[in-house]
Nanobody
Framework: QVQLVESGGGLVQPGGSLRLSCSAS????????MGWYRQAPGKQRELVAA???????VYADSMEGRFTISRDNAQNTVYLQMNSLKPEDTAVYYC???????????????WGQGTQVTVSS
């Protein structure tokens, strides 16, 4: 089994910063990519940023320059540094990992449980 555990969400004022973490553990052979998605009430889940094992990154246009994704491959952990937060960034943020599991030649993806980020004065 594989577990993804997110942390770091909370309430922050507009213009503030938060850092999210997501650690993957369990029967993992390798992780090809990890990413962050978010879902606001009444909206579809959307990509925030993703990072491959070689360090290549992709960002949603509205978040590039304010958010930074990074990864510790040795710890199977991905981070999302969020700066200059706006009320419209309020959402549940989900971690996603694409990995190969022990006993399988295939890759699969799994979501974390989500962490709430609320930007409000």
């Amino acid at each position: 089994q594989v577990q993804l555990v997110e942390s770091g969400g909370g309430l922050v004022q507009p213009g503030g910063s938060l850092r999210l973490s997501c650690s993957a553990s369990g029967s993992i052979v390798s992780i090809r990519a990890m990413g962050w998605y978010r879902q606001a009430p009444g909206k579809q889940r959307e990509l925030v940023a993703a990072i491959r094992s070689d360090g290549r990154t992709v960002y949603a246009d509205s978040m590039e320059g304010r958010f930074t994704i990074s990864r510790d491959n040795a710890q199977n952990t991905v981070y999302l540094q969020m700066n200059s937060l706006k009320p419209e960034d309020t959402a549940v943020y989900y971690c996603d990992a694409n990995f190969q599991e022990r006993g399988s030649l295939d890759e699969r993806s799994q979501w974390g449980q989500g962490t709430q980020v609320t930007v409000s004065s």
